[in-house]
């Protein structure tokens, strides 16, 4: 068997653990590396599903009922082309849960059109960069310190598709776009697009004012919902289409609760058949049907208990906010909107060295969150912010008392005021009465 070589583009210390690991699972058989799978998937589930309190804001729990049907055969079936004109044949009864899922996102998202066969939001992102511009156009999308997502720039899928990226002008204070600059920058740049939002929302974004700018020089807006997906479904933050974006991508799972994945929508007819070709004979052509049957059945769920569950996420994050400012945890928001107007938080991670720093130093709380660039000084090699989602605890039934308990724990942790052996032991009590989903059929 050929060894692999070493990735020297991967730091040396974590390429001789994976190599060190390689070679263990090589020496093998095969029953002995399937039962290790096993292992440690129940390992992971037990971790996540039982014992952390995860303020992620990129994650969430699909209803198992939808996590079913990722493992229906339907999944290894391809299935190119429309329904009722499949390269294939034999798909009579698959297309139709194309068409079931294709109707679901247009009423839940009161939009005209969607690709919903795409992967995942980053390549929603591609799919709407492909659909709007040519490499060399020029764009303008959030920076860093407005949590402008990877893909929107030039490490990611704008730069891979070969676009000119700039960046959108922000108004610290605002946590948002600052226009009268955007309009002079627009003039300047003359771009084909400009993208609203990011990781991180603590307010809804001026879309309309957005759009009124674009038509200056005849620039199409994009807003990504990748985060705020089952707000948006709900009607409690903003609704970008309507406000004027011409398109928005989104994530499938994240605030929605559903299966892995991204979506396009749009309202545009000549942008929609553009999708349709990007789609397929595009990029996509087979797509996991298991997948898109999945998301049928979370979509019903947001049907159903998607207002409730969108307020309760913002209800959670706002009790959440106010105890840790309490907890002498440094929240930060605008001040008119303070902790938040969404189901994100955000906090001041410099006096705790940066945000990835401290979000690994708190891990063995059996605390999960993440760094996130803010509208605040840099810190050297790492993000200034931490990001917190209340999408996972809200699903888990966790209500305004829990918000307060997570509040203390997740200080205690922050702040070193306990051990945190002590605090993950009280995480793990915490988890014991939260284990049953909510807002699910």
Sequence with gaps: MAKAKRRPWVPEALEAGIAERVGRYAALSADALEAELVATLTRHEQFHDREVVN??????????????????????????????????????????IEIMAQALI????????????????????????MATCRPG?????????????????????????????????????AFTVDLDRLRHEVRRLRPKLIVVAGSLNLVPHPVRAVRAIAEEVGASVMYDAAHMSGLLAAGV????????????TMSTY????????????????????KLDRIAFPGLTANFDL??????????????????????????????????????????????????????????????????TRASRAIEPA?????????????????????????????????GLDAMGDIARLLADALLTRRPLEAVRADVIALRRDFRTLHFVR
């Design 55 to 96: 303020l992620y804001a990129g994650t969430n729990l699909v209803n198992p009922r939808a996590a079913a049907f990722l493992s229906r055969s339907v999944g290894s079936r391809p299935s190119l082309g429309w329904p009722g004109d499949k390269y294939e044949t034999g798909l009579v009864h698959a297309q139709e």
């Design 106 to 129: 247009c009423e839940i998202f009161r939009c005209a059109f969607c690709e919903f066969r795409v992967a995942s939001g980053s390549l929603a992102n591609l799919y709407a960069f």
């Design 137 to 173: 156009d020029r764009i303008m999308a959030f920076p860093e310190k407005a949590a402008g997502h990877v893909t929107h720039h030039a490490q990611g899928a704008a730069g891979l598709y070969g676009l000119e990226v700039h960046e959108v002008p922000i108004d610290d204070a």
């Design 237 to 248: 933050f903003q609704d970008p289409l309507a406000e004027g974006a011409h398109i928005v």
């Design 254 to 273: 994240k605030s929605l609760g559903g299966p892995p994945g991204g979506l396009v929508l749009t309202n545009d007819p000549e942008l929609a058949q």
């Design 290 to 355: 298991a997948r898109s049957a999945a998301l049928v059945v979370a979509l019903l769920d947001i049907k159903e208990h998607g207002t409730a569950y969108a307020r309760a996420m913002i209800e959670n994050a706002r009790a959440l906010g106010t105890a840790l400012a309490r907890e002498g945890v440094p929240v930060v928001a605008p001040a008119e909107a303070f902790p938040t107007r969404s189901h994100h938080l955000a906090i001041d991670a410099r006096p705790f060295g940066g945000g």
């Design 366 to 398: 059996n605390i999960l969150v993440s760094g996130i660039g803010l509208p605040l000084p840099p810190v050297p090699g790492d993000f200034n912010g931490i990001r917190i989602g209340t999408q996972e605890v809200t699903r888990l039934g966790m």
